[in-house]
């Protein structure tokens, strides 16, 4: 099949210099339909469907489908206060801050990002913990009833509690207890030295196409390698997009994949179902944006059946959940359709906006490339 709408709209990013390249996975009622790249991967290199794509914080798919795991087995509760888990993290004024506020982006901790942001690929796991834990609340947002996403904060006390669960490093349960089992043997959430030497001619890198001409240098993408060693659950993933395609695909299944039982199905449902819905996200300009447990839902409801920020494109059902990453990466399933698409843009743009009407132009031509409008 010939996805002649999803290229033209390729192609017109890549005129336009929103991106020098493009790896794109689509998958329809477990088939591939696509595994594709264009363009160039990093400077000399051309991208190809093996390119090692930064995967952004669509990597919270594979840390929140970690962290439900842990939930399943009982070892802990939605409704848990962080502090059981973390006691370090019980002080001024966190006492109350559950895993489900975290876990769905209410726990009223932005100024606590804005801290960490410049910091977080600096220090140790261990001081970024603590920079959290040692935080207080933000000012006028009660947890619960406030929403906004964070980049770090989230994705990092969840790692840290399944670390201390199982009694590992977050890094190795990734690999050695998701990514494997799952044939993902291309993927990383922090990948040890030996792995970045080895795969140096695969990296993809991404580029600043903030401005009038793309730049290999300036973007927010963890390319550098102490970055892509580091302990970061919610932004260092690396991988080809159809290895990040299979943890949707997981899901889609009801969390068994090629023989390999990962979740419940009961647990998926609850995963995918809504538990912020309505609220506005300050981090995105005060958007409706609703979430599940860790994925990010089709929120086009508030929107009259429109389009909206980081979202998966006019034709997306309902039940339509994901992930995004930062201006370069989209990963979601349709399970109505029975559609897996991951997609890796190289070059970050200016801003939310640029990128999202990017984003869901691609989404609608691929739906209707494949008939399902």
Not at 241 to 269: C, F, K, N
Request: proline letters at 5%; glycine letters at 12%; hydrophobic letters at 40%.
């Amino acid at each position: 099949m010939t996805l002649a709408k999803t290229l033209a709209v390729i192609d017109d990013g890549a005129r336009s210099t929103l991106h020098v390249g493009v790896q794109l996975f689509v998958g329809h009622r477990g088939e591939t339909i696509a595994d594709l790249g264009l363009g160039v991967a990093a400077l000399g290199r051309p991208m190809t469907p093996d390119s090692m794509m930064t995967w952004l914080s669509t990597s919270k798919i594979a840390t929140s489908i970690l962290f439900a795991r842990i939930w399943e087995e009982g070892y802990v509760g939605l409704n848990d206060p962080v502090c059981v888990h973390i006691p370090e993290f019980g002080v001024r004024g966190k006492e109350g801050v559950t895993l489900r506020h975290v876990w769905t982006h209410t726990c009223a901790m932005v100024h606590v990002e804005d801290k960490l942001f410049p910091v977080r690929y600096r220090q140790s796991n261990a001081d970024n913990i603590a920079l959290i834990c040692g935080s207080g609340l933000d000012r006028g947002r009660p947890p619960g009833l406030s929403a906004a996403y964070q980049t770090s904060v989230v994705t990092l006390l969840l790692a840290e509690i399944i670390a201390r669960k199982r009694g590992r490093d977050f890094r190795e349960i990734a690999r050695e207890t998701l990514f494997l089992p799952l044939g993902m043997t291309d993927s990383w959430l922090g990948m040890p030295p030996e792995a970045l030497a080895r795969y140096a001619d695969r990296l993809g890198k991404t580029f600043d196409t903030s401005g009038t001409e793309p730049r290999a240098d300036g973007s927010f993408a963890p390319d550098a390698p102490e970055q892509l060693t580091h302990t970061m659950p919610g932004g260092n993933g690396r991988g080809p997009m159809r290895e990040l395609a299979r943890l949707l695909e997981l899901l889609r299944r009801g969390g068994e994949l090629d023989g390999v039982r990962v979740l419940s199905p009961q647990t998926v449902e609850a995963m995918t179902s809504r538990h912020r819905c309505g609220l506005a996200d300050v981090s995105f300009d005060n958007q409706l944006l609703d979430w599940g447990l860790g994925l990010a839902l089709d929120s086009r409801i508030h929107y009259g059946g429109g389009t909206h920020l980081y979202g998966y494109g006019p034709h997306a059902s309902s039940r339509t959940f994901g992930h995004s990453g930062f201006r370069t990466t989209v990963a979601f399933c349709d399970p109505a359709q029975a559609l897996v698409v991951a997609c890796s843009w190289n070059g970050m743009v200016a801003d939310d906006r640029i990128h999202s009407a990017r984003q869901n132009a691609l989404c609608g031509a691929i739906y209707e490339d494949l008939g399902l409008v």
